[in-house]
């Protein structure tokens, strides 16, 4: 059988943990679809284009032997909806603490009983990245704070140039 993962997310910047999560999921499928979603509840700071574009820039390295095809596409609608349309048999998540988990853990049972044929794993956050938030990432950028621990040189840069606006 042929593993299609999806990994779906803001985004809203691609953070450390993020970039941590797409490298550690790409060892466990064949392919791996980064789903980048519209979530205008969560008022993104980067358009639609520009993180999927963050996201590809991200992903660039993360090939060779063991590692699944990585595709990044917009993800509009009901995630379980776009996991069939993917054919996705897995929804790749990451966890960070316990509140992560008892949102997870509700999602996850609704998901299910949209399709029981998709699966849901978890990875844990490594140790580094468990209080890495794009939230708070965000926040410190806009007050001055150095953020060089939580993303990449790529992805500081276009937050700093946002906040410059």
């Not at 997310?9 to 943990?17: K, L, N, S, Y």
């Not at 595709?71 to 349309?85: N, T």
């Amino acid at each position: 059988m042929h593993r299609i993962g999806l990994y779906p997310g803001t985004f809203d910047p691609p953070t450390a943990g993020h970039i941590d999560i797409f490298g550690r999921a790409a060892k466990l499928v064949d392919t791996l679809i980064i789903g980048v979603a519209i979530n205008e509840a969560k008022k993104p700071l980067f358009s639609l284009d520009e993180r999927v574009a963050m996201v590809e820039h991200e992903c660039a390295n993360l090939k060779g032997p063991g590692m699944a095809e990585i595709k990044i596409l917009p993800m509009r609608g009901l995630l379980m909806h776009f996991a069939e349309k993917c054919n996705a048999n897995i929804i790749v998540r990451g966890l960070r603490a316990v509140q992560d988990f008892e949102y997870e853990f509700q999602m996850t049972a609704m998901n299910e009983q949209l399709n029981p044929d998709i699966e849901t794993i978890f990875l844990m956050a490594d140790v580094r990245h468990q209080a890495v938030a794009s939230r708070l990432v965000k926040e410190i950028a806009s007050l001055g704070g150095d953020i060089t621990p939580f993303v990449t040189p790529s992805v500081k840069k276009a937050l700093l140039e946002k906040y410059k606006q």
